[in-house]
């Protein structure tokens, strides 16, 4: 049971580092040269160039924060102390994580339809971001009450003994 449990938090710590490690990876290498493709491919949008990849950079603050987030979560885990206020609070700081995406990629929409250059993928594309954002928030705001009231179950069931 131990083994399968190590296990289990195991893979979700590879996928973690993995979504982490691919992440950086895009924007180290892949967004630049990614902007500086389509100001090139289009000079009458190249204006937006900086301001679309500053919001870009932007989101993936609170990304990384959600992931290190997680990964301690899954630490806390292995240590047998999932049932905690810090779990709770880890839970609460990957919500918020989601939604501050959320709100700039809705500004980053609003700044795009604004402009008139919103093209159906990268509009399509912020959308799908946005729509994962709150699912994330949502699920984390469950998980987040689920496990207050484990918590409240736990120290009324210890008063009780």
């Known amino acids: 049971m131990i083994f399968l449990k190590f296990t289990a ?20 290498l892949w967004l630049p040269w990614q902007a500086g493709e389509l100001a090139l491919t289009y000079p009458e949008f190249s204006y937006l160039q900086y301001p679309l990849l500053i919001g870009l950079y932007m989101t993936a603050l609170p990304f990384f924060f959600a992931l290190y987030q997680a990964w301690k979560l899954l630490i806390s ?16 700081l990957i919500k918020y994580c989601a939604v ?40 984390a705001a469950l998980l987040q009450n689920l496990l207050k009231n484990a918590l409240e179950l736990k120290e009324e069931n210890e008063l009780t003994v």
């Open 9 to 28: 938090t195991l893979y979700l710590k590879a996928a973690v580092s993995f979504i982490g490690l691919s992440v950086l990876a895009l924007c180290i």
């Open 77 to 92: 885990i292995d240590r047998n102390q999932a049932f905690s206020e810090l779990a709770v609070k880890r839970l609460v």
């Open 100 to 139: 501050t995406i959320f709100v700039i990629y809705l500004a980053g929409e609003i700044l795009i339809i604004s402009q008139n250059v919103g093209h159906p993928g990268i509009v399509l594309m912020g959308l799908i971001i946005m729509f994962s954002s709150i699912v994330i928030s949502i699920f």
